[in-house]
Structures are given as structure tokens and as C-alpha cells.
């Protein structure tokens, strides 16, 4: 991955949600399960407020890719891992993987909770998924 990750913050009252643009692969978890917080024709896209935080984790956990992530303001705290971790391979050759991660990278290891990296080798992203492979046409 070249560069740093650009994350963008979004906070409300009791919980801050990080987007990265870069590791979105458009799954569309999010916008189906709180519409009226993630919404594409909207500037900002992300409006924290319009949900209460629980509901807002349970959503953001969704997000297969890791472009969405949350903290809880009251000292919840971030996201807890899966445990077991665990990994899927798609139809398609990505990788799924949830739990108590290290990914290593250029920058040095970065800790993950979830993430979906590429099967084929082919992501200008290494070692996250960006659809730009042969897996992917």
C-alpha cells in the first residue's frame, strides 16, 4: 500500500466512525443496514448522530473490508475481535479474515479487528482487496 491510510472521522455525542475510502469494496452493509446514516447523495455521507451508538457498532461491524471502523466515546472503547479468528475465501479469491489481527505492512504492523485481503496478488492496495485483479473482471 503506498502511503498513509486516509481515514476520515465522523463523530457524534457518544461514538466516532473512521471511514477509509481506499479499502471500500462497495459491499453496501452499511448503507442497507442505516440508510438514513450512510447516505451516498449526502455531504457528509456519514451522520453518526441519526443512530444511537449500539446500533451504529453493530453496522459498522459489518463492513467486511475494515473501511469502516468505530470508537465509543464513553470509554467502550473500539471493537472487540472475533474469537475465533476467522477467514473466508470468496467465489472470487479474496479473503475474509475476522479476529485479533496484526497485518503487516510497509509502514509496520497495523492492528485489525477485520479486514479483506487479496487472493490473487494483483491489488495496488497489498495486502488489502481493491477489486483490481483478474479475481475481479
Do not use: N
Amino acid at each position: 500500500m503506498s502511503g498513509e491510510s486516509e481515514q476520515r472521522a465522523y463523530q457524534a455525542e457518544s461514538i466516532t466512525v473512521t471511514f477509509e475510502a481506499r479499502r471500500c469494496l462497495h459491499a453496501a452493509e452499511c448503507v442497507h443496514g442505516l440508510p438514513e446514516v450512510f447516505d451516498t447523495a449526502k455531504r457528509p455521507w456519514i451522520q453518526p448522530d441519526k443512530a444511537t451508538a449500539d446500533r451504529l457498532a453493530e453496522v459498522v461491524r459489518r463492513c467486511p473490508s475494515g473501511a469502516l471502523q468505530y470508537k465509543l466515546l464513553d470509554g467502550g472503547g473500539t471493537e472487540a475481535p472475533d474469537r475465533p479468528t476467522t477467514i473466508t475465501r470468496s467465489s472470487t479469491g479474496q479473503l475474509t479474515v475476522r479476529g485479533e489481527l496484526s497485518v503487516d505492512m510497509p509502514q509496520g504492523s497495523r492492528a485489525e479487528t477485520r479486514v479483506t485481503l487479496c487472493g490473487c496478488g494483483q491489488s495496488r492496495l497489498q495486502p488489502y482487496c481493491d477489486h483490481a485483479g483478474p479475481c475481479d473482471q
